[in-house]
């Protein structure tokens, strides 16, 4: 069978096997560049960040509401980097490993090395994609970022938002040095900026024993890196080798080829959707559905929007995590994102992690007003998700464009059927 092999930012990506087709197997680990640039070939057949639609007649944009994850990160558990690597220590003191598995074990020590006293750190990859996101959105609404706009920027306090929010504000000001950004981390922002944790949904899908037993691992890694072909607890074994293999594509290891180290030949494309889909309805079941604590952030989304005119301010922009974006993204229903599906073997066709929170995935709101300044003429807004133009499941103004006061009704509903 063929290998499984994690292509970077600068490739186009798409697999297929028996169980799915253009899936990305890195899940919430997904590069950001690689995962919108192939969603946009999916659906247009360019490799590129997708384009923008023009506004209406007479529109322009004249403010921006933002909600932005971290970007890549090294893998988020010391202790998981701890363990495979003492599990290959043993394995070669005891003249255990395969020279495959020798192979592995080198690589393992590298990796291992690089990420040392770094586990959940942000990563230069990371630094780039937010610089990249910054970038575009200049250069798509200067008209909003011109001469000494005001923006008002928050952050959860971990530092990997922290360095993305820097990232992302160093590039707006290397654009243009005259805005005036004024940025903090508190803990006082944290019960809206970074509210997340997971809400306890597993109860609520039907079949999931019957759902991990038929991905339950079975494939020949045991036999090709140990001679005895075993390993204790096998479970846990995958699953941190899993977390290594999909951690690779955010990070650059010293004196390795990420894209064709030996980990790359551990799981066979079809074993990798088997753990990426056990992966997706995770995020699914006890983070996307049911989470009504983003309604506290749709609850500031809308304060921030209302006020900002009479504070002057041209945008406000918030760095957090998978946990805040996944929820606001599915509480909303984006794109359908928040719909309750109740067949476990087809989800991974109708609903994917990867869409909504790739390593600095982002939410950004639009707002145009009328030139003309008639009364008659509504205030817009449209959404993009990951760049990409998504929509409500609300009458819309004119293609991606919504009225914000009807938005405003549909968001204000939310929050009030939350409390």
């Known amino acids: 069978m063929k290998r499984f092999s994690i292509l970077l930012a600068s490739t186009l990506f798409t697999l297929t096997s028996a169980l799915a087709n253009n899936v990305y197997y890195n899940s919430n680990y997904v590069d950001y560049v690689a995962a919108v ?14 384009n923008q639609s023009e506004a209406p007649d007479t529109y322009e944009p004249y403010y ?18 701890q363990y495979i690597l003492e599990q290959f220590a043993h394995a070669d003191s005891t003249k255990n490993l395969t020279s495959f598995g020798k192979e592995v074990y080198e690589d393992i020590k590298k990796i291992c090395r690089n990420a040392e006293m770094r586990a959940g750190d942000l990563t230069p990859r990371g630094v780039a994609q937010h610089k990249g996101i910054a970038k575009r959105m200049y250069a798509n609404y200067q008209n909003v970022l011109l001469n000494d706009a005001k923006i008002e920027v ?67 890694m045991f036999k090709r890196i140990f001679k005895n072909g075993k390993v204790e607890n096998e479970s846990e074994f995958v699953r941190v080798i899993y977390y290594m293999v999909i951690s690779l594509q955010g990070v650059d290891v010293e004196d390795m080829d990420e894209r064709h180290c030996s980990l790359m030949q551990l799981f066979t494309e079809e074993e990798m959707a088997q ?33 900002a005119e009479d504070k002057g301010l041209s945008a406000n922009l918030m760095f957090g995590h998978d946990t805040g974006l ?13 719909n309750a599906y109740d067949d476990t073997e087809t989800l ?8 909504i929170i790739p390593m600095a995935g982002n939410l950004q709101i639009i707002f145009f007003k009328s030139k003309a300044r008639d009364v008659k003429n509504p205030t817009l807004v449209k959404f993009l998700l990951n760049e990409r133009e998504v929509t409500l499941p609300i009458k819309e103004y004119s293609g991606v464009f919504y009225e914000w006061d009807k938005v405003k009704e549909y968001l204000n509903k939310i929050v009030e059927d939350c409390k």
């Open 154 to 220: 928050k952050s959860s306090t971990s530092v990997r938002c922290i360095l993305s929010m820097n990232a992302f504000v160093t590039e707006l000001l290397a654009n243009n040095p005259n805005l005036k950004i004024n940025v903090d981390a508190s803990k006082k922002y944290m019960d809206y900026v970074c509210f997340g944790g997971t809400v306890g949904n597993g109860e609520k899908v039907k079949n999931l024993e019957s759902f991990y037993a038929k991905r339950e691992y079975k494939g020949d």
């Open 275 to 307: 753990q990426w889909q056990k992966q997706n309805i995770y995020w699914y079941k006890d983070v996307a559905w049911g989470n009504k604590q983003a309604s506290k952030l749709i609850k500031k989304m809308l304060e921030d929007c209302e006020s």
């Open 326 to 338: 996944l929820p606001l993204v599915s509480l909303m229903n984006l794109d359908g994102a928040g």
């Open 348 to 355: 991974h066709e109708k609903w994917q992690d990867y869409r």
């Open 37 to 50: 640039k192939t969603m946009n070939h999916d659906k247009t057949g360019k490799f590129a960040i997708p």
């Open 64 to 81: 921006i509401w933002h909600y932005g994850r971290h970007g890549s990160r090294y893998h988020y558990s010391q202790k998981d980097y």
